[in-house]
């Protein structure tokens, strides 16, 4: 007991130290203050970029692979793919990779377009896509209200549809649109369900091309290809015909680029894709790149050899900007962790100064019987003392800081208690570390050449 009075009575002395000298050891903690805070600020935009890679991995399937078309022209295509004719990426390309590649376990076409839809009153310019039942699997969408698309929706080429949460309160507002009918373009659909409300980043839409769930209406992708546009079939139409006119092709005034009839002035080569986009989700995350691999040397034939596609391994894209953000994270939290170094040192002079101001005091202590543990003791808690204090202050510095950037710049920053904790024991630490030398230095002074000090 008499030993925690000891340790106790000379916390007491080192509190009352640093009270005395507030302005002063509020000084020596200022560097403290700014690495703890700027530590916890670097931590946050840290998680907040990983929680974002990992939304964006769970909106595009961990284990899918996307092929996206390419519109190819004269002028991109090498000598071997040149004048070549491909039918671009359709139907047929999706029934082919389901049946023949082993490690697929779903295949979701996409083909959307851009026209208005109408009800009640209300026009609005909007997005229809053509899906499968897949398509909603794959992205992990569930239904609000309603029933998914049926094997007989998909194969008459049904007119309903699945519109997405915005749609809903757009055109139906608080009612129940199951069973309604929109307008869009010239078609009628029937609403048979409602997805669920879920929001995509920006980054997503961009890097990804992954849509705004919440903005579409959705209907069978034969729907789509029956009743509003085939892209296909017009193409072959125009290749058709400027073969009549011009006897194959590169006579005349017209060009054929990868499938399209498209006129010699023509700068940018026309849509002949039937499909926007295609998402193949293997079995598991292992089978990724050998599957794309596969994939692309089976299009390439379908295709004749013409390479009008791109097939993209978006794990492997967000593993990269996850490393490339890591990267830049541990840059930035040394810079700050040499912020906690600073103010280390500085606790360090600001406590050999004191050690010289109190050398008196000091020798005074030892020579009424206080040991140079109890000294050490005394000068490694007030170096303590005000690192831990500055580290507290340091804590609700670096969460305000990490709140601010998220308001004003739109950067996602997460505070977790394990960022907390190693910003506090590092500033801990430093204390005890840097403020050590003076206390040593204040026990071995000489206590009779303390007293005769002036």
Do not use: C
């Not at 939304?55 to 004269?74: C, H, S, W, Y």
């Not at 569930?142 to 049904?158: K, V």
């Not at 373009?185 to 920006?202: A, F, K, P, Q, Y």
């Not at 017209?254 to 002949?272: F, L, P, R």
């Amino acid at each position: 007991m008499e030993y925690f009075e000891k340790y106790f009575y000379n916390l007491n002395i080192a509190f009352e130290a640093v009270v005395a000298n507030r302005f002063r050891s509020m000084l020596t903690a200022l560097g403290i203050i700014f690495g703890v805070a700027a530590v916890i600020a670097m931590l946050a935009i840290g998680n907040g970029a990983r929680q974002e890679i990992l939304e964006q991995m769970k909106m595009v399937g961990v284990n899918n692979i996307i092929i996206r078309p390419l519109f190819a022209t004269d002028e991109s295509q090498d000598e071997t793919q040149r004048g070549r004719f491909s039918p671009g990426l359709t139907l047929a390309d999706v029934e082919s990779i389901r049946s023949i590649v082993p490690t697929v376990q779903k295949v979701s076409p996409e083909v959307e377009i851009s026209t208005f839809a109408m009800n009640d009153g209300i026009r609005r310019p909007i997005r229809v896509g053509g899906v499968t039942p897949d398509y909603f699997d794959v992205y992990r969408l569930n239904l609000a209200q309603g029933n998914m698309f049926t094997e007989e929706h998909m194969r008459n080429g049904a007119p309903v549809a699945i519109i997405g949460n915005n749609i809903r309160g757009i055109f139906f507002g608080n009612t129940n649109p199951i069973g309604k009918q929109i307008k869009a373009g010239t078609n009628w659909l029937t609403v048979i369900g409602v997805v669920e409300d879920r929001m995509v980043s920006e980054d997503a839409i961009e890097n990804l091309g992954v849509s705004e769930f919440n903005n579409v209406i959705y209907t069978p992708v034969q729907t789509l290809l029956l009743r509003f546009e085939d892209r296909s079939a017009i193409n072959i139409a125009q290749l058709q015909q400027q073969s009549r006119r011009g006897g194959g092709r590169g006579r005349g005034n017209v060009v054929v680029i990868g499938g399209v009839a498209a006129s010699a002035e023509d700068e940018k080569a026309q849509n002949y894709h039937q499909l926007d986009r295609v998402t193949v989700q293997v079995e598991n995350s292992g089978q990724l790149t050998p599957t794309a691999e596969l994939i692309q040397r089976m299009l390439i034939r379908r295709h004749y050899g013409v390479e009008d596609f791109e097939v993209i391994v978006p794990e492997l894209l967000l593993q990269q900007e996850q490393r490339t953000k890591d990267i830049f994270n541990i840059v930035l939290g040394a810079i700050a962790g040499i912020s906690l170094i600073v103010g280390g040192i500085g606790i360090m002079n600001i406590m050999l100064a004191s050690v010289m101001e109190r050398t008196r005091e000091i020798g005074i202590r030892l020579a009424v019987g206080a040991r140079k543990t109890d000294v050490v003791f005394q000068f490694l808690s007030e170096s303590t003392i005000i690192s831990i204090g500055g580290g507290i202050l340091g804590i609700f510095l670096g969460i305000g800081l990490s709140r601010a950037i998220m308001h004003f710049t739109d950067i996602l920053t997460i505070v977790s208690p394990e960022s907390i904790l190693i910003s506090f024991g590092v500033a801990a630490t430093v204390g005890i570390l840097f403020g050590y030398m003076p206390a040593r230095k204040a026990a071995e002074k000489d206590p009779v050449s303390s007293l005769r000090y002036e």
